[in-house]
């Protein structure tokens, strides 16, 4: 940890604010240009100045369009708005927001009626929240029109998005945490699942810390929120973001540590882990920092993982995860 002295930090703030000061005034300048994002052509405006900061692929695309900024249009169809809304904030905000998880809508009809009651309810009881989450790494698929995403091979069941009233009104089962496994102290398995929940993450941005809710009942579905994450990263590290993709990481690591792995709910991660291994982008220097943090989780966590028919799937399927996870029960669990 640096030592500053007084003068030397008084310095540093002074200076920094400066640069915020000339920063905030060219992005203030320069007149909003129109951005029309995903499959429905929502209608976005961004500062140029504010991307030409932080991205010189997408500053690129704006670069090659001439005409008055009233009349530009950049087109990214296949870019899922989610990802985008976290994007902006990030540039803008200097952090983001994770995606909200949704609660499986045909388990939950039952109080579907109940949804706008504003009676009080008393609060869900605290659970053990701090069982091992499986992580899984995705590849992002970089198009022509710097839109990322991944489509699903299969269709899961139908969901609803879960408003914070949602859970205030209506209180959702509140399941007992999954038995842990046994594992004598020192064992390599416990060894491994505490050196990734200490895992670090070097964010040198002036953001709010992020703050991973733990699931509370099999009902909350957390793909989105894993997917948010991950795909954040992935256009991060494609567009040049810099510091994004360590902040994208650390929401998905911290998000996995506190997450509960029902037996229902192993599916997310299934699903997480198809979208890291069955994309086709990678980083630079063919090192996928996203696979190695999932495959970490999914190592650990394998007993409960190995049952689930999407988790199977994937290894399956044409990708390297096969591979990958033996090597991991090689290095840590033998």
Known sequence: MSVYSGSTLEADISSAKMDLRHSFKCVTQSRPIRFLIGPNNESYFVHPALISKHTSALNARIDGITGPPTKVRIVLSDLEEDTWVNFLEYIYLGYYTPVEHTIIKEIYSDHEDDLDSEAEVTPPTTVDETEPVPESWLEPVLDPGF???????????KTTHAAWDM???????????????????????????AAFQARHFEVVVPSLPLSARA????????TCVFLGHAKLFVLATSWGVEHLPELALRGLHE????????????????????????GTWV????????????????????????????????????????????????????
């Not at 839109?147 to 069941?157: M, N, V, W």
């Not at 998000?255 to 069955?278: G, K, M, P, Q, S």
């Open 283 to 334: 980083e630079q220097d063919g090192h996928s920092r996203l696979q190695d943090l999932v495959m970490d989780f999914v190592a650990c966590n394998i007993t409960k993982l190995i049952d689930n028919d999407g988790f199977q799937d994937v290894l399956r399927a044409d990708n390297s995860a096969g591979v990958a996870l033996m090597k991991k029960l090689v290095k840590h669990l033998i």
């Open 147 to 157: 839109g990322f995403g991944s489509k699903s091979k299969k269709k899961g069941r």
């Open 255 to 278: 998000t996995l540590v506190n997450f509960t792995l029902y037996h229902e709910r192993t599916v997310d991660i299934a699903r997480l882990l198809e979208y890291c291994y069955n």
């Open 215 to 222: 699931n509370r009942s099999h009902l909350e579905d957390y």
């Open 167 to 193: 859970l205030d009104s209506v209180p959702l089962p509140v399941d007992p945490a999954p038995a842990k496994l046994s594992k004598p102290e020192g064992s390599k398995q416990g060894k491994t699942w």
